[in-house]
């Protein structure tokens, strides 16, 4: 038995000393040699991009009016609930009537004394002309008539634009809506007495549609307008809105307005769009919308129609000092360092204004057993690389 266990170990030892002896571990002397890494490669390729430009927006209303008093008097009714939706021509407040009713029937009386007198002096002036053609008709007589006559027509024309004022005074007792939209609250309630100093009553604010406003930069209004004025201008691009949750907004808006001067101390012009705001449902019998005014968005400024550009995934790109750059395979399957510039970006592939030309194989698989200058072994990528075009600003 001793012998056996001493064969056995000698038999152990030369095992491991042999190899150790010939100058090879025993790990290199079960694996070959291994051959050029696999990496994963796709084919740069031209696909439709639609071009984006994202700026920061703020939603504002179209229509806006503050409720103010025209008259002083005590407010009689509150008509309106706070924060419903009021159609043009609604009674949001009642003021107090019956001093601007009594106004009216005395001045009403004054033109009815006014009228009064002009008939009568028209019937004087009348008979003074008659009695011009006997002797006893004067001239002078004839023209102290003609002169009274006038004089009432004057009385008259004044009493009756006095009572055409307490008409108006009168029907500023009711205070209607000048818009459709939606009323804020109360800023006085009822019984208290109202004027035109007493400020704002109300606000009402437009719902649908909606303004969007957002600010460029000079450059980039100017890469703009190169960019869309041959295309047809405003009618180039479509406005769509990301809400303050992420959520895209439903409706499409188009660009309205751009401002006539830039702002100096930020070189940025203001761009103003149009979008519809419809209601989405009621919440306590009121329609619910989705954007408010002064609300903030964001506001992405796409064309209209794609434009066919180079695509890769994004993954592919890699960065360092000198800016982006991907892994190619030549020829002779060598890797290369291929400087890009990139443009329109998404999560998952990138469009290539230079650096790459079509069918160009970039690695996007393995990119980290690459090395520069190296062989390796290319196979095509999976999954496809471009189910999805970019559409989003860099």
Do not use: C, W
């Amino acid at each position: 038995m001793r012998f056996r266990f001493e064969e056995r170990l000698a038999l152990i030892v030369a095992a491991v000393l042999v190899p150790v002896i010939l100058g090879i571990s025993p790990a290199s002397a079960q694996k070959p040699p291994s051959g050029p890494p696999a990496v994963g490669v796709i084919k740069a390729e031209t696909l439709p991009i639609t071009e984006t430009n994202s700026f920061v927006g703020r939603i504002q209303a179209i229509n806006r009016v503050d409720l103010v008093a025209r008259v002083t008097a005590f407010l009689e009714e509150q008509k309106f609930v706070e924060g419903a939706e009021v159609k043009g021509g609604d009674l949001l407040y009642q003021l107090e009537r019956g001093p601007f009713v009594a106004d009216v029937a005395a001045k009403q009386a004054s033109v009815d004394q006014a009228q009064a007198q002009l008939q009568l002096s028209t019937l004087t002036l009348g008979r003074a002309q008659t009695l011009l053609s006997t002797p006893a008709g004067q001239q002078s007589t004839v023209d102290s008539a003609k002169a009274t006559q006038l004089s009432n027509a004057a009385l008259l024309a004044a009493a009756q634009a006095q009572l055409d004022i307490s008409k108006i005074n009168l029907t500023y007792t009711e205070i209607r809506s000048p818009i459709d939209g939606k009323i804020g609250r109360t800023a006085v309630t009822r019984g208290n007495v109202v004027s035109a100093s007493s400020g704002v009553l109300a606000t009402v604010i437009g719902q649908d549609p909606m303004y969007v406003v957002f600010a460029i930069s000079e450059r980039t209004g100017i890469e703009l307008r190169e960019k869309y004025a041959p295309k047809g201008g405003f009618k180039a691009v479509a406005i769509h809105l990301l809400l303050p949750d992420g959520r895209t907004y439903g409706q499409i808006g188009a660009i309205d307005f751009v401002d006539n001067t830039i702002a100096v101390n930020t070189d940025t012009i203001i761009v103003r769009g149009r979008i519809a705001n419809p209601a989405i449902g009621t919440v306590n019998d009121a329609p619910l919308r989705e954007l408010t005014d002064g609300e903030f968005v964001t506001v992405l400024l796409e064309g209209v129609e794609p434009v066919q550009l180079l695509a890769i995934p994004r993954a592919a790109v890699m960065s360092d000092q000198q800016g982006d750059f991907v892994y190619t395979v030549d020829s002779e399957n060598k890797v290369v360092v291929t400087r890009v510039q990139l443009g329109q970006t998404s999560g998952t592939l990138v469009s290539i204004l230079s650096g790459l030309k079509a069918g160009d194989s970039v690695i996007s698989q393995g990119i980290q057993r690459a090395r520069p200058g190296q062989p390796v072994n290319p196979a095509p990528a999976t999954p496809p690389a471009h189910s999805t075009p970019p559409s989003a600003a860099p």
